[in-house]
């Protein structure tokens, strides 16, 4: 098949940036989005030109490094999937695509398609871990958790940390992140000690590192290449609102 | 109190004034549906129609406790600040959205649940302009082609005999029902109630919410306007 491409091409961070028309031709069906990339990429070496700059690495749709504006959505038209594991029989001979990077303050662009997303490893950092005991590994199933709780915990838990979610949100906002990451360890006996100091901590570097606010548009959850639900939003909501509202202390309280 | 000043400087705080002063509106406009429908009430023996009774009933409420109109004007206060909070809140929120994306996509494909979220803002600019003439309209009267104070029941009639002023009024209500619409199900999301055996019943909650009120709304001056209430 034969696809007309218009790619941003950013030389740097402070480069303007412009879109570039590629034709490419001989793209196979059977090609992931990422090896029809290659394909181009190899052309534009071989011509003595700079290949198209991309961040892969697990290419099994596991990793979340991949991932870039296809048409105007995340990760392509194909729901669940990210863009290693579209592949080009979900287009048609002659289509145009445009591929674009994610688009916030918070994920400035380094390079072409490759967006710095530091600000979601400060997001966790600021609470996206439990304090464990450690020496010798704990008795299996010693703490016991509701199969439900274990079941929203995981839900959560499959979060890849694509961006997806502050790519396709109208507000830029990192919610669906941020709720994910602290829904995830708050619905776990384990993650009680430090649930307050979590959410409160997460919340704040989520709004200094730039992301916008939620205005519940589910624009994110229709995004998530793992179908996380906004339902987290509304907990990660509620958390905030009882770590601040509440007496109760707050973890070993640097805040409040 | 600073628990309460770290919960209002992120976003989430905003929200949530977002949410309650919304929710403080929406009890309001609930309220005044129903009294609205007393429009569709005939006159008793002596004359009075029942819109009349009512909004006299309004200005006299928790008279002698309180001076004539004065939970009225309580009343009153309540909403404005509610409205200021509301619309204070919507800006911070949107000059922060700004902000955070300053440049867009060139090519964009909403993935937005609903029409009715992605037009909240603007929305809320046409019923704060239609708030404004409403109060213009049928409370002060400089907006009303033959005013007369306390004549709530002829005021209405006369006002929707015309077809323009109906207009507007649908126009305004059908902006009411979007931004309800939205506003309800996201006073539920922002405020965290949330469980998985009841959050199935938000969306239609807040669409039988949203169509009710339009419904109600409407119906009055619908009857007005075909001659059938007068």
């Known amino acids: ?256 | 109190m600073s628990r309460v000043a770290t919960l209002y400087r992120s976003t989430v705080g905003k929200k949530v004034l977002m949410a309650v002063s919304g929710a403080v509106l929406f009890g309001f406009v609930f309220v005044h549906m129903v009294g609205n429908l007393k429009m569709l009430f005939p006159p008793d023996a002596a004359g009075h129609y029942a819109m009349d009774v009512y909004a006299e009933y309004l200005r006299d409420f928790g008279y002698p406790l309180v001076p004539h109109a004065g939970v009225l004007w309580i009343a009153r206060f309540v909403l404005l600040v509610a409205v200021g909070i509301h619309i204070v809140s919507a800006v911070q929120l949107a000059r922060l959205s700004r902000a955070a994306r300053p440049r867009g996509y060139a090519k964009e494909k909403s993935l937005s649940l609903s029409y009715a979220s992605r037009t909240m803002r603007w929305g809320g600019v046409i019923l704060l302009l239609f708030i404004v003439y409403h109060i213009l309209h049928f409370t002060t009267g400089q907006a009303h082609s033959s005013f007369v104070a306390g004549a709530v029941h002829r005021n209405y009639v006369v006002a929707f005999q015309s077809p323009i002023v109906y207009g507007v009024y649908f126009v305004a209500q059908l902006a009411l029902c979007f931004h309800l619409y939205h506003g309800v199900w996201s006073f539920f999301q922002t405020l965290g109630l949330s469980h998985p055996k009841y959050n199935h019943l938000r969306r239609p909650f807040a669409v039988g919410f949203a169509l009710v009120v339009f419904v109600g709304f409407l119906t009055p001056p619908t009857l007005v306007l075909v001659g059938v209430v007068s």
């Not at chain 1, 080009?88 to 916030?104: C, Q, T, V």
């Not at chain 1, 439990?130 to 079941?151: F, I, L, Q």
């Not at chain 1, 989520?206 to 793992?226: R, S, V």
Request: glycine share 10%; charged share 25%; aromatic share 6%.
């Open chain 1, 1 to 256: 098949m034969k696809l007309t491409l218009h790619v941003w091409r950013q030389s740097g961070p402070n480069d303007v940036g412009r879109h570039e028309r590629y034709e490419a031709d001989d793209v196979s069906e059977h090609m992931s989005f990422l090896e029809m990339l290659d394909v181009v990429n190899e052309r534009l070496t071989e011509r003595g030109e700079e290949p198209i700059a991309f961040e892969h690495d697990c290419r099994e749709g596991i990793c979340g490094t991949c991932g870039m504006m296809i048409n105007g959505v995340p990760h392509g038209p194909k729901s669940m999937t990210t863009a290693c594991q579209l592949h080009m029989r979900s287009f048609r001979d002659g289509d145009e695509i445009w591929i674009e990077p994610w688009r916030a303050t918070a994920f400035p662009v380094l390079k072409d398609l490759v967006v710095d997303r530091a600000g979601f490893d400060r997001i966790i950092a600021s609470g996206g871990y439990v304090t464990v005991r450690t020496g010798s590994a704990p008795d299996g199933n010693a703490m016991p958790v509701p199969k439900d709780d274990a079941d929203a915990a995981f839900d959560a838990a499959t979060c890849i940390g694509c961006g997806a979610c502050v790519a396709a949100c109208p507000n830029a906002s990192a919610m669906l992140f941020t709720s994910a990451k602290v829904a995830h360890l708050a619905a776990l006996p384990q993650g009680q000690t430090e649930r307050w100091d979590r959410v409160l901590g997460m919340v704040e570097t989520h709004d200094a590192e730039g992301f916008g606010n939620c205005t519940n548009h589910g624009a994110c959850e229709t995004a998530c290449p793992k179908g996380i639900s906004i339902d987290y939003i509304a907990q990660l909501n509620r958390d905030l609102i009882r770590a601040t509202l509440n007496a109760k202390p707050v973890g070993n309280g640097t805040r409040g």
